[in-house]
Structure formats: structure tokens, C-alpha cells
């Protein structure tokens, strides 16, 4: 929590934000801070057409803001202006942020008129006065409605209230004028936190706020924090709630403001349903960037341990080297003197270079955590409008800090190891010439890729896996071994070799577990395997026709889900996923049944023969079926005639059974004969044969009937 302070910090004061407004830049600030930095600027040299207001202003115009340079220093990106009336030109100052901010303007003495004011009321503000962003330093003319025509930022103040709450030791009273006491009450009416002498003195208990309920301390910032949210309400209509968002000027507007105003042409939606999509996007903006912060930490604990490798490395380099120079005797201690110097300033070169970059990615993992905080106690809010108010430049920050991670970021800048050898070979009347030479780096074995496991899914039976090499590896790759087992604990087989890092492998077993493993090679060896994933196929199968294989005769429609023929002889036509594990169960509705054809239902092998009846050859096993009777056909052998037909709308059922090994069918929820085919094992598609005559949709994805019960299914290691 402490990284979120400054994002709760106004630029200008340097304290924590108390009723910030939103200005057109999407930057914040205090209403009072907004005040003090406004400048009046010349009638002659502020057009009308410049005017605009927190509310006026969908996108920053910078093209007419840039008008506002004249006032500007020069080069500078930020003004330097006069104050109200009188007030003279004074030079911009710094916030305790760090943040080059204006002085407040000094005010003309008060007139009569102000002291007869109410003392909670504000002094007008000046025609045509101007505020520039202390962060961004861009101008902008205020209308007539002053600052009041910039949106309240509810949602940052509610987190500033949270933020002091949790850091305060204890409630203190808020009518206290100097040193506030311990709160001994809040009154729930006034919300108000009271010492015992403010309550007595403040708020007696007698008259009408005899009725109004005090409450401990603690449990009144308890109901503040359950208190329903305050209503919007439009800042050009102060009696309108807002309750639509403009998607063209990206900001909530009210009805009012649809049916009068400038939004009346200009796209709306749903103020709740952009609040969700926003929050959606900002959500999922802060998991990458939670993804790149925690990089971001084990990169940090890597340069340190390099430290300590440099270190020790360079401490073992040291010994080894004043060892050769020793024994070179006389001649070589002349010489023994330079080289440690050369080695010292390359381990001294190398532990600036890496303490260097510690200091800088620690100190923008401080900003990327601070952010990543706020914006987390920004979701948390429940005020549509105000939250939608500054989603738009929350989640540009998010993927502004994001991106500021990559592109070799998380690179380090030097290696732990010293690229240097000593030779001692040459003769003694060379040892003026001993010097080092470059120690070429040793070919060597690749490091374990890392699973990527955000990238990596399964989906129906395919499943997709992704890797990369860890980030310190500088070794070159030629390529990955991606393995995976049978899905039933058995022995690991390779799936791909190649030097992509992404692979989706199809025509795996329905509602089984795998595990995947992946490594490297180069021309020095193979590394070692990366961590072992476990990924789960889906239990049930969803699949279509397959245009691919089917016959040319076939006319397919519905995405594939039902099919017919244009020809009157009997056509194949299987579905796109085979089975050869588990218990599968499809329906197909029968749309049109004209002239009593015999439509084939069933399984079949790959290579089946697409031009006559699904169970003529010995590659298919079906129930072919009229409208008064079925059979069971394989092999072009008829068995098991059963009454019992079908017509428009029947629906006929394929249930597989690997478990038991057996085939069933069923016509209208009731099973259609005995148990048809038994012994089926290896792989089988869904098919049916039919001609002209016939068409049919394809039902998937089904729960297994009521009435039946499947079998044990096959113990570990058995081969599939």
C-alpha cells in the first residue's frame, strides 16, 4: 500500500488529495490547489472559440490549446503567468512531489461585498481565467461555469478516504480547532466525528438533534464505508443524474444532455454496461501488468545473486592470476601490477553496470507496484460514473507502464562472467608483451525453456503449449523437443521438434490428463526438461460434419451441423473428431424423411468408403433403418432386425462405449434393439450414410442417457 501514496498525492500541495477535480487531461487535482494556480489572462488575447471546460471537452484540443503559448515561457511546456487583476508575474515553483507547479495568484483586498459573505463560500472567479496541469502543463481557458465545470473525482477521493483510514491510529475529532482529540462518538444524521467536549458544545442533546443516533467511533467508519453511493449528477445539469455514457467524447452524460445538448448526435450506451466493460478492460490491462512486475522481482533477485557471482568470480579470477604473476618471478611482478588493475576495473566496471540497473528497475517496479495498487482500489469502487471517469486513462497508464517493461528491459546489461585468460606459454624476453586476450566463450548446452502457463489451454481435444528460454539465457538455441504422455500415465513421447515456441497438438483422448514437458538442443547438447505441466482434455466431445472427407454429393449447412444429399444412392459423410477412449454419446434429428429411404447410422475407420451404405464394408459398423424396422450392418452382414422405424423429427442416438468396448443406438430415447457392436477398439469417427431423400442435424455434446451405466474405465499404464 505505501507504493499507492503518491498516486493519492495532489501535484500542487504535495498532500493527499482533498476533493479533486478531473481536468480535461485526465490528470487530478484539489478543487483548493485548482484555485490557487488560476491565472487571468487579457480579454484581447483569449478567443471565444478557445473556451472550454472540464465537461465541454472530449478529447484534449491541443491545436487550440497550443494558442495558449503566447502566455508561455519560452521552450518551457509550462506558463508562467500574472495573477488575478494587480497580482505581478512570478516565476513557477515546485511542489514536495517534485512537480513544477504555479504560485498561487495573489488576491485583490476584499471588498465589502466579500466580507459580507457566507464564511463557507468561495470568491468568484475572474472572467476569463486559465489553468494549466502542473503535470502535463497544458493550458486551458475556464467558461463561465468556472471549475465547477470539471467532474468531481469521487472514486479517488473515496480511496484517499480509505487509505487515511487504514494508516490512522485512531479517529480524531473534526470540529477540534487545534490539536484534534480521540473521537469519542460519530453521529450517523450529521456524519460527523465528536470528543466529548465538541459533542457537548456542538451537538447538545436536546432539540431536534436529540433524535439523531451517535454511535462508537469505529463502527461510524464502518457505515460510512457501507453507505450507499452518492448519485452523479451532470455538471451542466446540476439537477440531472448522469446515467448514459458518449462513446464519441468518452465521458457520462444525462438525458438532458442527449435531448439539448451537443451529445444529442453522437453514440450512447448503458452507463452500467460500460462501467463492467471498462472495469473488464482495466482488469485485464493489470494482470499483464502483474505479470510484468512479478518478471520484474525475480529479474531484481537475479542481478543480485549476479552481484555475488561477480564477486566471487572475480575474487577466484584474482587468486588464479597473482598465482601465474608469482610465479614468473622478478619479471612477471613487474608486469603482475598492471594486469590486477585491468581486472579490478572490469570487476569494478561490471558492479556498476548491474548495481546501476538494480537501482533503476527497482525504482520502476516501485511506480509500476504503486499504480498497480491504485488501480486495484479504483476497481473496487462501485460509482459507475466516476469510475468510467478515469478508466480511460488508468488503463493508458497500465499499458503505458507495461510496455515500458519490455524491448530488453528485462535484459541484464553485463555478464557475471570475466572474459579473460591468462597466457603464461610465452618465452621470458616476452614478458614485457604478457598481456590478456579474449577468451572466446565455450560452447555449451542450452538452459530449461520456462512453460508459459497463461498461454498454454486445452480446448475439446486439442491442447496448446507455449514456451520461452529464462530470461538471464544467453546461450543460442537451435531448437525444441515438446513431449507428451498417452494421457493415462504411460511413457512420454515426442509431439514436435522445431524452433517454434508455440505448438497445439490435435486428436488427443476426450476427458483424459496429460503431462507435457519441453526442452532445448543445440549443437552442444540437449537441456535439461522444463517443468512438467498437467492439462485435462474436455469431457465431452463437441464436433460438425467434415466437408473434408465427406462425399462430393453431400450438401452441408448450419455451420456444418446438418447435411442432406443430392444424389439418390447412399453418400458418407463422417464428423471432424475421431474417438478411441472414454464414453461418447451424439444425437442426430431427422429433418426430412421423404419416400421411406434407409438412412445409415454409426462409426466408422478413416478410410471407409464414402459412395455406398455406411456398413457395406468392414471399416464401418451401423444401424440402418426405415420407417417400420432397423438392422445392424458391418461388413455388408445384416443382424439383430428390430421393429421400430423412424420419420420427420425422430431423433436417432449413437452411444460408444470404450470402457466396455460395445456399440449401442437408440431412436427416440429408447434403446433400439440389443447391444449392436461389441469389441470396438482404435479409433473411430461419427458417420452416416443417406441420399436425396433425407437430411438430418447433428446434436453434440450430450450427457450420457439415464439408463445406462458405463464401465470401469482401463487401469494405468494399459495400452489404448
Not at 468518452?250 to 445538448?261: A, I, N, R, S, T
Not at 581486472?343 to 509500476?368: G, P, S, W
Not at 497438438?505 to 549443437?523: I, M
Amino acid at each position: 500500500m505505501e507504493e499507492m501514496e503518491e498516486e493519492l498525492k495532489c501535484p500542487v500541495c504535495g498532500s493527499f488529495f482533498r476533493e479533486p477535480i478531473i481536468l480535461p487531461c485526465s490528470h487530478n487535482i484539489c478543487l483548493a490547489c485548482a484555485r490557487n494556480i488560476l491565472v487571468q489572462t487579457p480579454d484581447a488575447e483569449s478567443p471565444q472559440s478557445s473556451r472550454a471546460s472540464g465537461s465541454g471537452v472530449s478529447d484534449y484540443d491541443y491545436l487550440d490549446l497550443d494558442k495558449m503559448s503566447l502566455y508561455s515561457e519560452a521552450d518551457s511546456g509550462y506558463g508562467s503567468y500574472g495573477g488575478f487583476a494587480s497580482a505581478p508575474t512570478t516565476p513557477c515553483q515546485k511542489s514536495p512531489n517534485g512537480v513544477r507547479v504555479f504560485p498561487p495568484a495573489v488576491p485583490p483586498p476584499p471588498s465589502q461585498h466579500h466580507l459580507l459573505q457566507h464564511p463557507g463560500s468561495l470568491p468568484p472567479i475572474p472572467r476569463n481565467s486559465c489553468i494549466t496541469c502542473p503535470q502535463c502543463h497544458r493550458s486551458l481557458i475556464l467558461d463561465d461555469r468556472g471549475l465547477r465545470g470539471f467532474p468531481k473525482n469521487r472514486v479517488l477521493e473515496g480511496v484517499v478516504d480509505r487509505y487515511q483510514q487504514s494508516k490512522a491510529a485512531a479517529l480524531k475529532c473534526q470540529l477540534c480547532e487545534k490539536s484534534p482529540k480521540e473521537a469519542t462518538v460519530m453521529c450517523e444524521q450529521c456524519d460527523v466525528f465528536y470528543c466529548d467536549p465538541c459533542r457537548l458544545r456542538c451537538h447538545p442533546p436536546r432539540g431536534p438533534l436529540a433524535k439523531h443516533r451517535l454511535v462508537p467511533p469505529a463502527q461510524g467508519r464502518i457505515s460510512r464505508r457501507t453507505s450507499p453511493r452518492k448519485i452523479s449528477t451532470c455538471t451542466e445539469h446540476e439537477l440531472e443524474n448522469l446515467s448514459m455514457y458518449c462513446v464519441q467524447c468518452k465521458m457520462p452524460v444525462c438525458y438532458q444532455c442527449l435531448e439539448e445538448g451537443k451529445h444529442s448526435t453522437h453514440e450512447v450506451k448503458a452507463l452500467g454496461a460500460m462501467w463492467k466493460l471498462h472495469k473488464g478492460q482495466l482488469s485485464q490491462a493489470l494482470n499483464i501488468l502483474s505479470d510484468r512486475a512479478t518478471e520484474a522481482k525475480e529479474f531484481l533477485v537475479q542481478l543480485r545473486n549476479m552481484v555475488q557471482h561477480i564477486q566471487e568470480n572475480g575474487v577466484e579470477f584474482e587468486a588464479c592470476l597473482v598465482a601465474q604473476c608469482d610465479a614468473l618471478i622478478d619479471a612477471l611482478n613487474r608486469r603482475k601490477g598492471q594486469l590486477l588493475s585491468r581486472v579490478n576495473k572490469e570487476h569494478e566496471h561490471k558492479l556498476k553496470v548491474v548495481r546501476d540497473q538494480i537501482a533503476h528497475c527497482t525504482v520502476k517496479l516501485r511506480q509500476t507496484t504503486g499504480l498497480m495498487e491504485y488501480c486495484l482500489e479504483v476497481i473496487k469502487e462501485n460509482d459507475p460514473s466516476g469510475f468510467l471517469q478515469i478508466s480511460d486513462a488508468l488503463i493508458r497508464r497500465v499499458h503505458m507502464t507495461e510496455s515500458q517493461w519490455g524491448k530488453g528491459t528485462l535484459t541484464p546489461r553485463m555478464t557475471s562472467d570475466f572474459d579473460l585468460t591468462l597466457d603464461s606459454g610465452p618465452l621470458l624476453q616476452t614478458i614485457h608483451q604478457l598481456d590478456f586476450v579474449q577468451m572466446k566463450v565455450p560452447s555449451s548446452v542450452p538452459a530449461a525453456p520456462m512453460l508459459q502457463l497463461e498461454e498454454c489451454c486445452t480446448q475439446n481435444n486439442s491442447a496448446t503449449l507455449s514456451w520461452k528460454q529464462p530470461p538471464l539465457s544467453t546461450i543460442a538455441v537451435d531448437g525444441y523437443i515438446l513431449e507428451l504422455d498417452d494421457g493415462n500415465g504411460g511413457q512420454f513421447r515426442e509431439v514436435y521438434v522445431g524452433k517454434e515456441t508455440i505448438c497445439t497438438v490435435d486428436g488427443l483422448h476426450f476427458n483424459s490428463t496429460y503431462k507435457s514437458r519441453v526442452k532445448a538442443f543445440n549443437a552442444s547438447g540437449v537441456s535439461q526438461y522444463s517443468k512438467t505441466l498437467v492439462m485435462q482434455t474436455s469431457e465431452i466431445a463437441w464436433f460438425t460434419f467434415d466437408p473434408a472427407s465427406a462425399h462430393p454429393d453431400i450438401i452441408f449447412s448450419n455451420d456444418n451441423l446438418t447435411v442432406t444429399c443430392n444424389s439418390y444412392d447412399d453418400r458418407v459423410v463422417m464428423g471432424n473428431t475421431g474417438f478411441s477412449r472414454g464414453v461418447h454419446y451424439w444425437e442426430m434429428c431427422v429433418d426430412r424423411y421423404d419416400n421411406h429411404p434407409d438412412p445409415a447410422f454409426g462409426v466408422a475407420r478413416g478410410d471407409v468408403l464414402k459412395d455406398v451404405m455406411l456398413g457395406k464394408d468392414d471399416k464401418a459398423w451401423a444401424m440402418y433403418v426405415d420407417n417400420n424396422r432397423s438392422w445392424f450392418m458391418h461388413n455388408n452382414s445384416h443382424t439383430s432386425r428390430t421393429d421400430g422405424g423412424i420419420s420427420k423429427g425422430a431423433t436417432v442416438g449413437v452411444l460408444l462405449d470404450f470402457t466396455r468396448g460395445i456399440l449401442l443406438f437408440l431412436i427416440n430415447d429408447e434403446q433400439q434393439g440389443p447391444i449392436a457392436f461389441e469389441g470396438m477398439e482404435g479409433l473411430f469417427y461419427p458417420a452416416i450414410s443417406l441420399n436425396r431423400n433425407v437430411q438430418v442435424t447433428l446434436h453434440t455434446g450430450l450427457p450420457i442417457p439415464d439408463f445406462y451405466t458405463p464401465g470401469e474405465p482401463e487401469p494405468p499404464g494399459s495400452v489404448c
